[in-house]
């Protein structure tokens, strides 16, 4: 080549992440999801994307602010991967509480806001069905006082089929035309049950089984053995971001017992499920900077005081139900143990905007018992928080602003936030970078990016 030395540039390393909340959920993870996807699919490298979800149900809603054609759009998914909205491959895992009806409205919503979703969908063979009366029997046990402030999903019912395992429905069977004497017998072995607590089964068979023909109809040809497909996707090298539910504190085994969720919630759990290696992704937790629960359950750090404004002025209400978010100050001895457990190799804060201009003091260590402690127990109930002598307060822009709806906040704010974004992580107040340094060091856990806003593009990563 007249002289001149051929260089072979290598291919970039393909994005591999796998996002986790490590508190109690609501922490932006569908956002964080929707960057690694930005970021893949700016390569231009001809790979797939995909985005899969490994557990949880309708219980967990990711709520997205994206911008598709000249506009902001709010897009909201319960069972569908949030890669959608971008036109990815989407996968559902074998742990997830599966509902069909709602992954079909969900792909038609994409579908209409981006003209045409057009993703390879791949559902796991194994993965079980939650019908209506799961809901039912979720929805009684809470009339009844006898829940834990559920989202009335029908998650928990689901998850005790599951465990007893003839009462399970598979995708696989959803599909065959053996379903609805599936479904007869499933029902049989539930009449007890379905009665016990008011519910006549009588006709069900028959509208369950015309409720989901046309989902039956239209799913056909997408259930598949998930775990070789997705190696396949790794031996092509494609994109890989898998996308937890709710939060690490939630988790049915070590979450807040018994105010738990009823699957497994923790990063580790994902990969055996989706054939995959954790050697071959980064564990990113979603942190957000102040702490919210929703639903019963008890919370160290909660506050009633002016702090808890936040709550209001930014818009804390459960996707999945609208219902009202509690609000407290940050838990480090909750994120430290709960960014260990998910084995996290970076941290991504969110909400760092909403406590801007306010007074913040952070949790490191518990009072049980008339004790200091820094472990978390097996139970919360009567646990106090132990707050640092260090509190902190930067300043994004003047005064508090009412940050609940980012599709109609002032054109200002939004200008804010993008010089910030621009001007990278040295551009930020000096006091967010201390907390941001404090946090680390008592979390054990670098933290890789911080968000400023709630849409796309409005995260600073370190």
């Given at each position: ?49 995909v985005v899969a979800r490994f557990q949880g149900g309708e219980n967990a809603g990711h709520t997205l602010y994206v911008f598709i054609n000249g506009k902001w759009e709010r897009f909201v998914t319960h069972a569908a991967p949030s890669g959608i ?378």
């Amino acid at each position: 080549m007249d002289g001149m030395t051929s260089v072979s540039i290598p291919p970039r390393r393909p994005v591999r992440k796998l996002v986790t909340g490590i508190i109690w959920g609501d922490e932006g993870k569908g956002k964080i999801v929707d960057d690694y996807v930005c970021l893949a699919q700016s390569f231009e490298d001809g790979r797939d994307t995909v985005v899969a979800r490994f557990q949880g149900g309708e219980n967990a809603g990711h709520t997205l602010y994206v911008f598709i054609n000249g506009k902001w759009e709010r897009f909201v998914t319960h069972a569908a991967p949030s890669g959608i909205i971008r036109n990815t491959d989407i996968a559902i895992g074998p742990g997830v509480a599966f509902n069909p009806l709602s992954l079909i409205e969900e792909i038609k919503k994409a579908d209409r806001l981006i003209g045409g979703y057009n993703g390879r969908i791949l559902i796991s063979n194994r993965v079980g069905i939650c019908f209506d009366y799961h809901k039912m029997i979720d929805s009684a046990r809470e009339s009844a006082g006898k829940g834990v402030g559920s989202t009335r999903s029908g998650i928990a019912p689901f998850y005790e089929d599951v465990a007893r395992k003839t009462t399970r429905v598979t995708f696989q069977e959803y599909l065959s035309d053996k379903f609805p004497d599936k479904l007869r017998q499933v029902l049989e072995d539930k009449k007890v049950e379905l009665e016990a607590i008011g519910i006549n089964h009588s006709g069900m068979l028959e509208m369950l089984v015309e409720k989901h023909k046309s989902a039956r109809q239209g799913l056909r040809g997408h259930g598949v053995d998930l775990e070789y497909r997705m190696a396949e996707y790794m031996k092509r090298g494609a994109h890989i971001i898998i996308e937890g539910a709710q939060g690490s504190g939630l988790d049915v085994d070590m979450g807040d017992i018994p105010n738990t969720t009823s699957s497994h919630l923790l990063a580790p759990n994902a990969f055996p499920s989706l054939g995959l290696k954790r050697k071959d992704f980064d564990i990113i937790g979603v942190e957000k900077i102040y702490v919210t629960r929703v639903g019963d359950g008890d919370f160290p750090t909660y506050t009633t005081d002016s702090f808890a404004e936040i709550g209001d002025l930014n818009g804390e209400f459960g996707a999945s139900t609208g219902r009202k978010r509690r609000v407290g100050y940050p838990d480090w001895v909750m994120a430290r143990r709960n960014a260990w457990l998910n084995d996290c190799d970076g941290i991504v804060l969110t909400r760092a905007d909403c406590v801007q201009d306010r007074e913040m003091k952070v949790c490191v260590a518990y009072e049980v018992d008339g004790k200091v402690r820094t472990e978390v127990p097996v139970s919360l109930t009567g646990v106090k928080p132990v707050y640092s002598g260090t509190s902190y307060k930067w300043k994004l822009w003047e005064g508090h602003r009412n940050l609940a709806d980012p599709l109609n906040e002032p054109p200002e704010l939004t200008a804010i936030r993008a010089d910030y974004v621009k001007n990278g992580f040295d551009g930020l107040p000096g006091a967010m970078k201390e907390f941001k340094r404090h946090h680390d060091e008592f979390v054990d856990c670098k933290t890789v990016g911080i968000s400023i806003g709630a849409k796309s593009g409005e995260t600073i990563y370190v």
